[in-house]
Structures are given as C-alpha cells and as structure tokens.
C-alpha cells in the first residue's frame, strides 16, 4: 500500500476524503498520495444525443487546465503541513473521471484510490448517481469511498461483509488477504442472509473463510435478515466500527438494473468509509 489516488473536484467533500486518504496513507505506512482533478473541456450534455444541431460544449482546455492546476497546488499547500514523511504529488487531467483514473492506476502503480461521496437526494442517486459511484462500477483496483458526514477516526475496528457466494466466484481474496496484512486492527467478520439456512457448498465456504481469517483472530457474525445493508449498518453502529470492507461485483446491464448491489447502497446509505474490493 506504497501509493495512494486521491481524487478531487476541490469541494468540501472531496477535502474530506483527502484529509482522510492522509490519516489512513500514516496507518498503513504509505509513501505517497496523488490528488487527481480530472475535468473535461468537451461536455456533451447528459443523455442527450450530439447531432450537428446541438454540438457538445467545448470549454477552453487551457483555462481549465490553468484553473485546475492552480487548485490542486492550493490543496497541495493546505495537506502537506498534515503529510510529513509523505510525498504528496498533483495531476491534472482533461477525461472522464473514470478514464483518468484508469490509467493512473497503471501508470503510478497506485495500491488504492480514495474518493468522498455527497449525500444525494433519492431522486439525484436514481438520475445522476455519483463519480465516486461510478468509478466503483467500472474499476477493477480497492477504492475507499468517504461519506460526507464520516467521522475521521483511528482504524480499530473493522466489518468485513461476507458474501459466500461472491467470494467463491471471485478472485478478491489475494487482495482482502493483502489488505488486512496491512491494517492490524479488530476484525469483525459479518454474514447476513436470510433463515433459509445454509447449503453444503456454503458450508465448505464458510469453514474455508474461518481458515483464512483465523490468523486475525476475528469475531465471526452470522445474522438472519432479508434486509443485509441495515443489519450491516447497525452492526457497525452498534460496534464503534471505523471502517467497512465490502465486495464488489460488477454485472452486466441487464444485471444492474434488476438486482441491488449491497456494496453500492451501503455507500449511499452508510455513514462510515467503505473499503470496495473488486470480486
């Protein structure tokens, strides 16, 4: 966890999740952090189709750079008081959010990205959704999603969200295994699902996971309810946890439309940071 991709739109929120990328870059002995603006000079407007009769809008990308340029070295001078020992890099970067961030992630060798996430009102999240929401949907690297009411404490208590399934069709567990090497703190592994039971697959997984994550000697939660985000959200309420890892899976579009992603409405829900591991 030597790097870490901070990204910026220089609101409050986003200085949020940069003060917290700083707190958590000092507990897992970081090197680095990179705050990202990405912006675009070519905006088509949302949803709607380019035709010659309606042309994108074409900013001047050299005022934008300028103007980009020139708030990330503000941000670099207000955190790096906060950083000592770390290296506190800037990039400015005319693409999607997403596109940018891909190819930092790549270039820099970046271990995790960090971003904050405004509360929304029903209708904003069903129309708009969120950068930080879609830059979970299309990455395949750990982000740390930061409320805009999170409390920035010590991490000493962490949930894991367990989803046997999940697990055992994805790869995320080099890089849970990884990640959990590195944070050294209370571990409370959480499985909600509903009073079906268990299958016998699920119960070979279940003794897998307790082989795994035994070396971090964690309390292990299995909770029947058909509702898994509040009883994951009350779990961490009741707990005093700091932070919440979860997986996440991407589906297809037709899968996205039909089905609720536990880890996307925990991090609209959810008041404390969410750690998103890839499947």
């Known amino acids: 966890m030597q790097t870490i991709l901070v990204l910026t739109d220089f609101s ?48 001047n990308p050299d005022e934008l750079y300028k103007e980009s340029t020139m708030q990330l070295d503000n941000l670099h001078s207000l955190l790096e008081p906060t950083a000592p020992g770390i290296i506190i890099d800037t990039m400015s970067d005319d693409d999607i959010l997403e596109e940018a961030v891909k190819k930092l992630i ?23 959704g969120s950068h930080s929401i879609r830059v979970m949907e299309n990455g395949d690297y750990p982000l740390v999603i930061v409320p805009e009411d999170a409390k920035i404490t010590p991490l ?3 949930l894991l969200a367990v989803d046997f399934d999940m697990l055992r069709r994805g790869k995320s567990l080099p890089r849970l295994v990884e990640i959990l090497n590195n944070l050294h703190v209370e571990l409370f592994v959480v499985n909600v699902a509903s009073d ?16 795994l994550l035994d070396r971090y000697h964690p309390s292990f939660n299995y909770i029947e309810d058909k509702n898994v985000v509040n009883s994951i959200n009350e779990f961490a309420d009741r707990h005093d946890i700091s932070l919440i890892i979860a997986i ?27 750690l998103i591991i890839p499947a």
């Not at 897992?28 to 705050?35: E, F, P, T, V, W």
């Not at 270039?107 to 509360?119: I, R, S």
């Not at 699920?202 to 003794?207: G, P, Q, S, V, Y």
């Not at 579009?253 to 925990?266: G, P």
Request: glycine share 2%.
């Open 12 to 59: 409050n929120v986003a200085l949020r999740a940069a003060n917290y990328a700083i707190h958590l870059a000092n507990q897992l002995h970081s090197k680095r952090i990179i705050l990202l603006n990405a912006y675009q000079s070519l905006s088509p407007v949302a949803n709607v189709p380019v035709t010659p009769e309606l042309p994108v809008i074409q900013a």
């Open 106 to 128: 790549s270039k820099e060798h970046v271990d995790l990205v960090v971003a904050g996430l405004a509360d929304k009102s029903n209708l904003e999240k069903f129309l708009v």
């Open 156 to 158: 000493e208590k962490v």
């Open 248 to 274: 996440h899976e991407k589906k297809s579009l037709l899968a996205t439309i039909f089905q609720k992603s536990v880890s996307k409405q925990l991090a609209w829900q959810s008041n404390v940071p969410l």
């Open 196 to 211: 079906e039971g268990y299958s016998d697959e699920t119960k070979e997984d279940i003794k897998h996971v307790h082989q």
